[in-house]
């Protein structure tokens, strides 16, 4: 089934996504202290469990946990149940380890190709607004719908401009305070909300003029302050294109474009609702521009992968353009339909375009997205014909995990099969 007349890449586009080669450097703490934890998970895992698969599954827990916890505190000023915040934080465990041990099961079954980087990071995307929402709701902030929508959309833009970074300079990276670190904060503020109640956090500090819900706003401040002092520096010293362009050669500046076309109308139509769209209803209306905002985000990393040109106008920014056509006319139908109608349209247009972008990827490489149709080897060597198996060797590629790292082992039956050919001749003469 295809959800558009005309391909979505170009021959070229898929040409330059076969060539693609995945560059990442990283000096994460946490990351380094949980490589322990994810070596010996990944090892638990079995060799057929597709590395796609993996990461979907990853998600769906991240989501259904979050939604859970949305159902029982929508305006983010409702005490949600201790439990709903203690599920969070094992959503969010159980999707970071899956995160991370799926390019390992990429790697361990030979199956890495450049789908499950698409993949991995149309995921990322998606999540970053389902965590920033969790944690701004376990927290209540929705008392200062302000703040809660900096947070929100502050997740939203670093995710972009680490994305926007590597587009200019070809390489993802990681510092030694960055997503891994926040997610592993965010745990630990969901727990607390577990254990105490999330009322502890209108508790007030003593001779200040605050509660300790501050305490986590101002330490996310201070973070994406970090991270975004760090993405602008390569942005703007990083192009590793002609005349220090991005991989595309096209302006280190022209990825502000589409972003600026979700975070501008985002906020005029919370400023200018009479009907206080966002105030009344945070939730829906932070997932409906973060799936605008997942969108973008997606058509960036796949510019960045096929170092092509980055299409500035999106059919999802319809969504908003409901909204704000709507305010214009004077509050012509209820803002909280529209509301809706903008969520159910971006969420089937960012659907749309992952599921036409992953079928035109798989059907160039000739893969599938959540199976494995062999144990290791390239996946250019084994297909099928006329529903035949083709083997292209006697010899089987499994890989093995040693000391955190994976070394490809060969393992025959060529030698037993001779020494029973072997015997069978003795034994006839």
């Avoid at 159980?94 to 149309?122: C, M, W």
């Avoid at 903008?342 to 375009?353: G, P």
Wanted: aromatic content about 12%.
């Amino acid at each position: 089934m295809k959800f558009y007349k005309q391909k979505l890449l170009s021959d070229a586009q898929l040409r330059k996504l076969s060539e693609h080669k995945y560059s990442c450097t990283s000096n994460s703490i946490c990351d380094a202290l949980l490589q322990g934890w994810w070596n010996w998970l990944v090892s638990k895992v079995p060799l057929w469990l597709a590395p796609n698969l993996i990461t979907i599954v990853g998600l769906l827990v991240n989501v259904v946990t979050t939604l859970i916890l949305i159902w029982y505190s929508p305006d983010a000023k409702q005490e949600p149940p201790a439990w709903t915040c203690a599920l969070c934080a094992l959503g969010l465990f159980v999707y970071q380890s899956l995160d991370a041990i799926d390019g390992k099961q990429a790697r361990r079954t030979g199956s890495a190709n450049p789908l499950g980087e698409l993949f991995d990071h149309g995921c990322d995307s998606i999540s970053t607004v389902f965590v920033a929402l969790a944690a701004c709701t376990s927290v209540q902030l929705g008392y200062y719908p302000g703040w809660m929508f900096f947070q929100c959309f502050s997740a939203m833009t670093l995710f972009y401009c680490a994305h926007w970074q590597t587009y200019v300079s070809g390489t993802l990276r990681f510092g030694q305070v960055d997503v891994t670190e926040a997610q592993n904060t965010i745990i630990i503020l969901q727990l607390i909300s577990a254990i105490f109640g999330p009322s502890i956090w209108t508790t007030k500090i003593a001779g200040l003029e605050m509660d300790l819900r501050h305490i986590p706003m101002v330490i996310a401040c201070l973070m994406a302050i970090y991270l975004a002092r760090s993405n602008i520096s390569v942005i703007f010293t990083g192009g590793v294109g002609k005349n220090g362009s991005t991989v595309a050669g096209t302006s280190v500046l022209s990825p502000i474009i589409p972003f600026s076309a979700v975070l501008l109308p985002a906020f005029i139509i919370y400023k200018k609702s009479v009907d206080h769209i966002y105030e009344e209803h945070p939730a829906l209306y932070i997932l409906a521009f973060g799936m605008v905002a997942a969108k973008v985000t997606n058509r960036l990393v796949v510019a960045h992968m096929t170092k092509s040109e980055m299409d500035y106008m999106d059919w999802s920014l319809l969504g908003p353009a409901m909204l704000f056509l709507n305010q214009y006319f004077n509050v012509f139908i209820p803002e909280y339909y529209v509301l809706w109608l903008c969520l159910i349209w971006v969420t089937f247009d960012l659907y749309r375009y992952c599921y036409q972008i992953c079928h035109e990827i798989c059907d160039h490489l000739h893969i599938e997205l959540f199976r494995i149709p062999y144990l290791g080897g390239s996946q250019q060597q084994q297909r099928t014909t006329r529903g035949q198996f083709q083997p292209q060797s006697t010899t089987n590629t499994i890989s093995t995990e040693k000391n955190g790292f994976y070394e490809a082992e060969l393992r025959t039956n060529t030698l037993s099969t001779a020494n029973t050919d072997l015997t069978t001749i003795l034994s006839t003469t």
